[in-house]
Nanobody, 127 residues
Framework: QVQLAESGGGLVQAGGSLRLSCAASGLTFSNYAMGWFRQAPGKEREFAAAISRSGANAFYADSVKGRFTISRDNGKNTVYLQMNGLNAEDTAVYYC????????????????????WGQGTQVTVSS
């Protein structure tokens, strides 16, 4: 059974940082591109960042580019999202996602092909 377990969410002041983790089990982690989506209250889920199987390539939404960094450790079956310079607009539930296709990471923005989703972790930024 595949599980993606997010952790690291919480309450942080504007300008602060958080690091999210997503531990994967039940799948061959290195066979999946991994990424993060987020859903703010009253809004649709949106793409935030994605990383290739090896970790050599990453792609970011314009809204987080320069502030967020995605990385992965294939030895630990874990993907991370380092979030710096947080602001109130970053408040959302953050979801980890896994994609077994070989689609370009840029396709995650408009037409993601997600095989598995995590349950989500809440990030709240106070202004």
């Amino acid at each position: 059974q595949v599980q993606l377990a997010e952790s690291g969410g919480g309450l942080v002041q504007a300008g602060g940082s958080l690091r999210l983790s997503c531990a994967a089990s039940g799948l061959t982690f290195s066979n999946y591109a991994m990424g993060w989506f987020r859903q703010a209250p009253g809004k649709e889920r949106e793409f935030a960042a994605a990383i290739s199987r090896s970790g050599a390539n990453a792609f970011y939404a314009d809204s987080v580019k320069g502030r967020f960094t995605i990385s992965r450790d294939n030895g630990k079956n874990t993907v991370y999202l380092q979030m710096n310079g947080l602001n109130a607009e970053d408040t959302a539930v953050y979801y980890c996602a896994a994609d077994s296709s070989w689609r370009s990471l840029s396709r995650w923005v408009s037409s993601p092909n997600i095989d598995y989703w995590g349950q989500g972790t809440q990030v709240t930024v106070s202004s």
